[in-house]
Structure formats: C-alpha cells, structure tokens
C-alpha cells in the first residue's frame, strides 16, 4: 500500500514538472542568428568627438557596436540610392546608440550625405559573417516563422557605371518614426504594444499592418531631431537589439 502511494506521488510529481515547461516554454531565451540590416542616423567623425579613435578622413573605415571587425558593409543613402562598400574598424569604440555607426568623412561625402541629417543604410556583407543579436525574450510561434524565412540575397551596384543617371534630390522637412519591429502576428505586435506603454512614459505607439502577414510596431512620426532621440534612447532601456529609424515619405 505504501509503495502505491509512493509511485503515485512521483508520477504525479513528474507530470507536474512536465506541464511547467510546456507552459513555460511559450517565453524564451535564445540566439537568433541573421544577416544585420539597419537603416538610421550615422555619426560623421570628427576631431571634436571625444574618446572616439580618429578614423582617417579619406578612407572607408566605419566604427560599429554590433559587427565583428573587418567585416564588409554596403552603405547606401536611401536619399538618392548612392551605396559603397566600407569596412569596419572596430566594435570597441563607445558612442550615442542612437548613432548606428561612426562613419569617415570620404563615405559623407562620395555618398552626398546631408551633414545635418546623415541617414543611411548599413547592410552586411561579409561572407560567412553573421550579426549575432543578444538573449532577448521572444515568442515560440514568431520564432518558428522566423526559422523558416527565406534569407534575400544582396545586390550591390556597381559604382563605376558611367551611364548612371544623376537624380535631383528635393530636399523634404524632417520627418521620422522609430521602428520596434516586424511581427508576424498581429496578436504579438499588440503584446509588443502593450510591454511599451506600461514600461515606458510613451504612449502613442501603434500598430501598421504591412501585409496580412507582417505587422510593423512603431513610434512617430517626429519633426525634430530632439524628441526623436529621446524616444529612441527610452526604447534602448528596454534592450530592443535593432531598432531602426524610418523617413516618413
């Protein structure tokens, strides 16, 4: 009779473990490994920037947090499709996360970058090097998605075509909203939604729907470039790993 008792209360024990980590298992930790992709604002360097290593002026040297060193990176102004090849010089460098890189001056200029808004494009394109984001909570069904994407090759244009046709870009006011994320979910976009107004003083994210399978959560659009840093660095202390600044059309 006591053994009976016994063997029921392990079995009983053990399927309880097991309903644990089934429920347990909707929220977890783990790697996503992909190719890094940003577009926002870059950081133009300078002999006035502090505790920044000069990067010579005439050369295609970036500084990046996230991309190993020496890997190669398209950068394309999205203003008027201008894109180079560059590579990076180091990840150890300590500026603004607001800035997704520090460029040289040469890559400004050869891409005509706007000095007071210098928005681009960074793109790796390293063989075999991949962006590793860091632990960040996810959902099981986002995840699986995820895993079966299919991963877009790059094309690079080829900078030396004398037959390219130079276009006049219009100068437009300052207009941007910051990106959180892609999902693929609607359900997961408002989880997503919710996490930023009850962690966060911001309360005016929302919800676009790209696709019936793509849902974009953002925030803006903003006119100045003042309240869009300070929305962009709230979301950076809730350890968003890409978040992306769009020029609104």
Known sequence: MNYKIILISILSLLLY??????????????KIEKKYSNIGFALIFDDNLEKIKKID???LLIYHKNLKKKSSVKITNP???????AEVKSNKQKFSDFYNSVISRRIAEDLELDFNEPYLQIVLISKD???IAKKTKTFEAEK???EKAPIDGIQ???LNKDNQKKEIIKKNKFSYSVKIADFYYKDTAQIMLSRIKNETS?????IQELSKTKFRVLIGPF????????????LKLLNFENLEILKNA
């Open 129 to 131: 090097s991949t962006f």
């Open 202 to 206: 911001l309360d005016d994210p929302i």
């Open 17 to 30: 473990g097991c309903n644990q980590n089934i429920n347990n298992s909707k929220n977890i930790n783990f």
């Open 79 to 85: 203003k008027n499709g201008k894109s180079l090849i």
């Open 57 to 59: 002026d005439r050369s």
């Open 156 to 158: 690079i244009n080829d």
């Open 144 to 146: 699986k998605v995820a």
């Open 223 to 234: 006119n100045d470039i003042k309240s869009l840093k300070e929305t962009f660095e709230q």
